[in-house]
């Protein structure tokens, strides 16, 4: 078990997944591109197997692979965390010590849910407290958008859950200020809470947040990161008129458009986007010039003949 210090503040990416349109396999040239790129914005670090990464589509295999290529290109400083959480106990241990070998700083551990009416709060509990004492790296706890099919934490839960001395944090994905503010009042001193929606990014960090997880941060990174920095900075306006922009272009294209809007976005902003994983499909032909007003709108410029296709 690792010691309990870690900062996991401002703002990390929860890469997308680029595959190779032909073959269907990760493509990890890509991933590296896509990365390096990214480092050098000013987020805090990469999650590599969420849901903006369609974890769920990704082979055991794959995902090692995507944590050694981005433990090797990103810069010292920045934080690798890795998606390992599974249904099983058992799997999760496994993706846990697979994703420390390949150089993970953190874990981000969302709930077993199949089951879901035998998930009760004991049993969520004692399932996070055995993947956190046999870690040995610090766990960050993921409250996965309950539109998916999870679970919905109960705030108590999350408050025993952060007198664990190995369990750091948590991603709240609900979207709901109200529930960010009890998990900031109710948890263990050192808890940090971090957001999954980049529309409430400012107001969570109002509240006692002490950054995000951010699906539009695959798009707007710095400007995420300078929401951040210019709020601990003092610069309140400044921080603010950022926050309007990545708000906008989080629910248009995150909340609306999803995975395939994210991923048909990083084409046209010189990114490696393409399509996602079947059976998801990609974003319809008949929405390409909402998209391309979306990323207008929050200042980002598209690229090359994509911006015309």
Not at 175 to 182: I, M, Q, R
Not at 189 to 199: D, P
Not at 253 to 279: E, I, T
Request: glycine content about 12%; aromatic content about 4%; hydrophobic content about 45%.
């Amino acid at each position: 078990m690792s010691e309990r210090r870690i900062d996991i503040g401002g703002v990390m990416i929860p890469t997308t997944t680029p595959f190779d349109p032909v073959t269907g396999e990760v493509d990890l040239v890509a991933l590296r591109g896509n990365v390096g790129k990214w480092a050098a914005t000013g987020v805090t670090g990469m999650v590599i197997g969420g849901s903006t990464g369609e974890a769920v589509f990704l082979d055991e295999g794959e995902r090692e692979r995507s944590w050694e290529v981005v433990r090797d290109v990103l810069p010292e400083g920045q934080l690798m965390v890795a998606g390992t959480g599974a249904e099983s106990l058992r799997t999760t241990l496994r993706l846990t010590r697979l994703a420390t070998a390949r150089g993970a700083d953190a874990v981000l551990v969302q709930p077993p849910a199949f089951y879901k009416s035998a998930m009760t709060p004991a049993v969520v509990r004692d399932h996070y407290r055995a993947v956190a004492d046999a870690s040995e790296v610090p766990v960050i706890l993921y409250q996965v958008p309950t539109r998916f099919s999870t679970l919905d934490f109960p705030t108590g839960l999350i408050a025993e859950l952060s007198t664990h001395e190995n369990i750091v944090g948590i991603k709240d994905s609900r979207g709901k200020l109200e529930t960010v503010a009890e998990l900031v009042t109710h948890t263990q001193r050192g808890f940090q809470v971090l957001v999954g929606s980049g529309a409430l990014l400012y107001a969570s960090l109002e509240i006692g947040a002490v950054g995000g997880i951010l699906g539009v941060a695959n798009l707007a990174p710095r400007e995420c990161a300078q929401v951040c920095e210019r709020f601990a900075a003092g610069d309140m306006a400044a921080a603010g008129a950022l926050q309007k922009r990545i708000g906008a272009l989080h629910n248009s294209v995150v909340g609306g458009m999803g995975v395939a809007g994210v991923k048909r976005s990083l084409d046209l902003l010189g990114y490696h986007g393409g399509v996602p994983r079947p059976p998801l499909r990609p974003l319809p032909e008949a929405r390409y010039d909402e998209l391309a007003e979306c990323l207008a709108k929050a200042g980002l410029r598209a690229q090359g003949a994509l911006a015309h296709a």
